[in-house]
Each structure stands twice: as C-alpha cells, then as structure tokens.
C-alpha cells in the first residue's frame, strides 16, 4: 500500500486499530480535510467541528495566514535547538509579553509540557523567594482538575481512569473543592508551605464548568494574602475562546464592553497552549514577570524543540488572527445566542437537563445517567446529521466550534443539535 494512496474511513479506522495503541476512544469518522468552520471526511462528506481539536483549533482549520507563516519559516529554519539563538523566538516573546501583559515567556510544545514548567517555576519560587524549606513546598490543585497526561500531573488528578496502574505518584499537591474559597482559604491558613495555587478558569474537561462570578478574582486575593503564586491553566480556556482575550480576561484585547463590570484577575504564572497555534502545530507557553520568571537559570529546564523558529512563527500569525478577526467578541456574541437558543429548547424538552459555558466553550448534560450510553448516541447521531461533537464524563457534551464562526452557521447548527436531540426524547 503506497504511503499517499486514498483510504476510505474504514482501511483507516482499521489501521489504527491494528497497529496503534488503544489510548483513545474516538468517534467513528475519519476526517481527512479541514477548512474554518468545517471538517471532511474521507469520502467527502462535510461536517461542522464542534470540538475544534480540544480548543486548539479557535482560528478554525488551516487558517491562511497561519498555514503561510508556517510553510515559509518551514522553508527557511526549522530547528536550531536553543544552544543557538533563532532570529524567531525573540519575536514571539517581545510579541506574546506585550500582548499578554507579562515580563517574560518560556516556550514549550505541549500543555502538558507547559504546566510542569509552571510547577517547576513555582516550585523553585518557593525554596528561592518564600523561604519554604528544601522538598516541603505544596501546591493546591482542585478536584476534577485537568491539566495533561505526565506521571506528576496525574498525580493530583482524580480521575481513576487517567490514574489507575501509573504509580508511584509525585508528592507535593493539595487536593481542594473546585469553586470552593473557604477550603482555599483554611488550607492557605493551616499550612506554611504552600507555593501556589494551579487552578483552570473554567473546568473544560470535566465538563465545562463555570466556577461563581467572584471565584477566581477572591481566591487571587486569597494568594496575595498568603504569598502563595496563583498558576492559571487557561490551556483550554485561553486565547478568545470563552469570549475575552482570556478567561481571567488579563489584559483584554477584545471587546472593552464585554469586560466592563467583571473585574480582571491576573494570575502569577499564565499556562498556554492548543490555540497558541490554532491547531497548526505544537506549541505552549508559560508566561510570568520578572521577579517569578528569573529562578529559571541556564541549565534549569529546556526543551529540544521549545522555542523554535517555525513554533513562533506560527504562534505570532495564530495570535495575530485572534486580534485581527476579533474573535473574542465574536465568540461572546455568538455564545449569548447559542445558550440562549439551547435553553429554549431545553423548556420544551426532557433529554437536557442545561446548558452552561461562556463565549462558545459550552456543554449541555442529558437527562441519563453517567454510565449510560445516550450521550455518545446522540454525538453519533449528530455526526449522522453533519455535526461533529464527543461526550466527556459520561453525560455532558462539549460544544466548542471554531471562532471564525459566523451567525448564520451557527443558527444551522442549532437546528441541527435541536433536531438531532428531539429524536432522543422519551
Ligand atoms: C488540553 C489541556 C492540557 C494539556 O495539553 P496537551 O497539549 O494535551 O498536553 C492542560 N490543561 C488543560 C486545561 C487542557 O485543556
């Protein structure tokens, strides 16, 4: 079988069967072309892609200007590793700090890769900068957390399914009540150790949840309070996706109306990754101001591929689109719309329980139970019917299309989801 030869789904699906590990669970389609809003699949059926890659593709699939930024640095320099100098990465972090508003960047490829950083960061924060004696220091996490797939970061997961069989575990984290500030606050009061507190704006995969209105900016204040580093995981929830520049709206470049009203949390150390790239290629980023940033010292972390030129590239062209095509508000406007359609359908329908998200990271929870296999039913069914969306825990389906979306699509796919949905009403 020649490498370029055309595959219908199926020889592809049994590809991966046959010779890939089995570490994921996917939706039976095959996709094989991606343009904005849309996705193909092998035999030439066109999908709207309602996961956008986890949140990475924002800019939506194989956006122009990122896809040329990326193919003429691929042309020039691809990889000096950084025992050299690149006349790429400086751009990127004069770029990214100015557009972020922080002193400093650490470049990395995968979030994953980018919340050990921002541990590793905050770790040697609190031996250097707190006082906290050698190997004591703790960070508080949250319950459900998702932030990645290393053996330290499954350590504080709770998950059993991410966990099961990987131990030993690493020590040195603080499980708490997500959205919960009174266990913040005793287990700030009752320890002398703590570093920092990694928290994810909103959860998106444990289900999207939206923590209470004045969460993120009381347990800011709680960090200061206690001189403990407040890591904000916005992975996921970063970079427009949830209708502000980020979820804990930093400096926000979107809309100045949107922001009014809902105060501003800066966090200590900002974690990004997925649309970083918008999708075209791996790459992440820890971003902190000086007097955090500099217990990093020659020889203390690296990456082979961390910071190369065709990473920058792409990431200065993915954040220039989310500026350019303004697509935090166009998320914040379109996300309005979207929860407010769902929810009239959901008067009339007994297969959704609610909608909840903010801009368009959303979900909606079916009226079943968790070991039930109606929600992935329904994604099946959605898929039957164009629309590409995947189940997490169970019962909650995640709604996160592209940003370039426009009104008009977006009301196609409402009637494609209400449609769909009305079909599984008992
Ligand atoms: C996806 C995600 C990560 C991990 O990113 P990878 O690129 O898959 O390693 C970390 N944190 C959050 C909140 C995420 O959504």
Redesign the pocket.
Known sequence: MAVLEKLTSQQAIDLENKYGAHNYHPLPVVLSRGEGVYVWDAEGEKYYDFLSA??AVNQGHCHPKIVDAMVKQAQTLTLTSRAFYNDMLGRLEKFATEYFSFDKLLPMN????A?ETAIKICRRWAYAKKGIAENDAQIIVCENN????TTTIISFSNDPVARANFGPYTQGFIKIEYDNLVALEDTLKNHDNIAGFLV?PIQ??AGVYVPSEDYLVKAKALCEKYNVLFLA?E???GIARTGRLLATCGNCSCADKNCSGTPEVKPDIL?L??ALSGGAY?V?AVLANDDIMDVITPGSHGSTFGGNPVAAAVAIAALEVIRDEKLAINAYELGVIFREELNTYIKTSNIVKLVRGKGLLNAIVINDDKESETAWNICVALKENGLLAKPTHGNIIRFAPPLVMNKEQLMECVEIITTTLKAFEK
């Open positions: 986890y949140s995968t979030g994953a890769e919340v998702f932030h990645g797939r994810e998106g995969e995981d992975v996921q929830t974690i990754g997925k791996p992440s």
